[in-house]
């Protein structure tokens, strides 16, 4: 195998760039805390600031449940679903977000969860697993399971139709994605029951642990992305170092928990349709092909969508007009996910609002003060 094709630097990337080299700076000799706090503080700014500045505040409603985990303690759950639909079961996604297993926070979420629900018409489960330095090992995929399970056994709480759940997650989260759904695959053969997990999206998905990535199944070393992308912006070789240093090292690498990348190809036959989105120049590259790639050898539908020349979190920045590609992207692969099996999607059409043009396209609708610039800067310097 050899997807090195889509590892070259674009030149809008280049572009940017160099007209931004203050912006993509980030400060790895912080401690691990005092990263995730900064982390954290700049992407809740920013959440908050656009989900109450696009109109989403007065379209979307939030709420949080204590959700137990199998180790005697608690996440949070955070629902959201469009006012306009009035109570009836909707489709659900439920979510889990990235950030190296470091950062995030039901509020970090706020304005991408609110987005999708209104958009798409759907309940968002955002489902906030627990973090390093705070907690290592496999915990993060033990609250993925768990809330997971929650979800499904409480959909009538949460007004969700259970014949349409679809998972997803973004780097970090789609790990944990993947670890979701080949669990309630296995449950399904199993018991014979059909599988909670309609279909799934994984958007630079973190799949294989770095220590156990499988170098002899490529064309050259020097061509897979962890080489090719070593240097990449936003997520280079040291920092991934970093990140798996405070996971701990209790795990082995080819654990199927941690890497579910590596699961033979006949474990995941029957699967749920499976959409990908994928950087080029992401040093997480080939093991979200390779998966494509093994989920097709098994006959399990794909619709994989690459972003040639672009860095892992690329989508962060609203000055990119990759980044509305991006957001469309996520939308197009979501409702494909969330389709029945023939194919067809109905929509869920609310009461349209003057301004709901606007919420859709998010780059759009924000116009930034000198303040909110700030904020932008502050959360792409700690993503």
């Known amino acids: ?8 630097a674009s030149k809008e990337w280049l572009a940017f760039a160099a007209a931004n080299s203050a912006l ?25 600031r656009l989900f109450v500045g696009t109109g989403l505040s007065s379209l979307v409603t939030t709420q949080d ?55 798409l018409s759907m309940i968002v489960v955002h489902i906030c697993y627990r973090h390093t330095p705070q907690y290592i090992g496999l915990t993060a995929w033990h609250d993925a399971l768990d809330g997971f399970d929650w ?61 156990a990535f499988p170098y002899h199944l490529f064309a050259e070393k020097e061509k897979t992305s962890p080489v090719q992308c070593a240097s990449a912006p936003l997520l280079p070789q040291h920092r991934m170092k970093q990140f ?12 199927l928990t941690w890497s579910p990348g590596l ?6 036959r ?20 390779w998966y494509a790639k093994k989920l097709k050898n098994v006959g399990v539908r794909t619709n994989v969508h690459i972003f040639p020349g672009l860095p892992h979190g690329f989508s962060f920045f609203i000055q990119l007009s990759s980044h509305k590609a991006w957001n469309q992207a996520v939308l197009s692969c979501l409702r494909w996910a969330a389709a029945d099996d023939d ?13 709901a043009e606007k919420v859709i396209n998010a780059s759009d609708a924000l116009k930034l003060d000198e303040s909110s610039k700030d904020a932008v800067e502050d959360a792409a310097r700690n993503l």
């Open 1 to 8: 195998m050899d997807f090195s094709q889509w590892g070259h």
């Open 24 to 48: 993509l700076s980030h400060d790895d000799r912080l401690p691990p805390l005092k990263q995730q706090k900064n982390a954290n503080n700049a992407r809740t700014i920013l959440a908050k």
């Open 65 to 119: 449940y204590g959700v137990p985990t199998r180790d005697g303690e608690s996440i949070t759950v955070r629902s959201y679903r469009p006012v306009l639909l009035g109570p009836k079961p909707l489709p659900a996604y439920v979510y889990y977000h990235g950030g190296g297993y470091v950062s995030g926070t039901p509020d970090t979420e706020l304005f991408n969860c609110a987005w999708v629900a209104y958009s």
């Open 151 to 211: 979800v499904a056994t409480h959909t009538e709480t949460l007004g969700i139709d259970p014949s349409h759940i679809v998972v997803g997650g973004v780097s970090a989260g789609g790990s944990l994605t993947a670890c979701v759904t080949q669990s309630e695959a296995r449950r399904a053969r199993e018991t014979g029951i059909a599988c909670r997990v309609s279909g799934q999206l994984l958007a630079i998905p973190n799949l294989i642990h770095q220590h």
């Open 244 to 255: 798996l240093a405070l996971l701990g090292t209790e795990v082995d690498p080819h654990n």
């Open 263 to 268: 699961v033979d190809e006949e474990e995941l």
């Open 270 to 289: 029957g699967l749920p349709q499976t959409a990908f989105l994928i950087a080029g120049n992401d040093p997480l590259r080939d093991e979200a092909l």
């Open 343 to 355: 194919g067809w999607i109905v929509e869920i059409p609310p009461t349209m609002p003057p301004f």
